[in-house]
């Protein structure tokens, strides 16, 4: 999930199926993943892009802690659309004062 070896940013990216949303699985797997990425892996920042309009995707992120940047405008073509995406991140040392406090999922 490296993004950037130099910068040491992962970007996460994920889809949950429709039938299995609101069940917490996808912020317990992107917890996880958080975990992996700082602990084993050394990054110093997660990134998340989400589709403007998603807003599952937007507490999954405001969930674990990660900080909305902006918007990328016209980032994906989606089934023959341009779609917004809003920027998300998350650095080392946020993730583990969030572990610290144990706020983080």
Do not use: M, P
């Not at 999930?1 to 609101?22: A, H």
């Not at 992996?36 to 589709?51: D, P």
């Not at 995707?57 to 659309?81: C, H, M, P, Y």
Request: positive net charge; charged residues 30%.
């Amino acid at each position: 999930w490296t993004v950037s070896k130099l910068g040491k940013i992962g970007e996460i990216g994920y889809w949950v199926r429709s039938d299995r949303t609101s069940g917490g699985v996808c912020t317990e797997a992107v917890g996880r993943v958080l975990e992996e990425g700082y602990a084993s892996l050394g990054f110093h920042k997660a990134i998340l892009r989400i589709a403007v309009g998603n807003d599952a995707s937007d507490r999954v992120a405001q969930k674990l802690g990660f900080t909305r940047e902006g918007v990328l405008r016209e980032e994906l073509l989606i089934r023959g659309n341009w779609v917004d995406h809003s920027l998300w991140s998350l650095l080392d040392r946020e993730y583990r004062a969030l572990r610290r406090s144990g706020a983080a999922q």
